[in-house]
């Protein structure tokens, strides 16, 4: 799933900008599963009743303190994607069009839907 993100936002890129740019895919693999652990904590909020690491500062000291773990993820994706990673994953649909509607629908069943699926579940967990 996270190769077909890789590759979808690859292509789309290179298609939109005109360069190849494996860093601007795996941080759009990253956004990816920062999404799918936001719905899980989302799904975990609700169905508990409980919230894991409320933090009662400032913007600035929740900002300060979330950024190690996204900085984190999105290291850990990027070299993870980074050359021999993604020349594999790009050769495996070297021929194939990204902008096929299937295509465009798997990108909105891997982004969109997990991402309305946690702002519901987080306003019904607030409504509680």
Do not use: C
């Amino acid at each position: 799933m996270y190769n077909f993100v890789f590759w979808f936002f690859y292509k789309f890129f290179e298609w939109r900008k005109g360069f190849k740019s494996i860093f601007l895919s795996a941080a759009m693999v990253g956004l990816t599963v920062l999404i799918h652990l936001l719905l899980l904590y989302a799904v975990i909020r609700y169905f508990t009743n409980t919230t894991l690491g409320k933090l009662n500062g400032s913007y600035t000291d929740r900002k300060l303190l979330y950024s190690p773990f996204v900085i984190g993820i999105f290291l850990i994706v990027y070299f993870f994607y980074y050359r021999r990673k993604s020349e594999v994953v790009l050769n495996k649909k070297e021929n194939d069009r990204f902008s096929r509607p299937i295509n465009i629908f798997y990108i909105i069943l891997i982004l969109v839907v997990p991402l309305l699926l946690a702002i519901l579940f987080t306003n019904k967990a607030l409504n509680q």
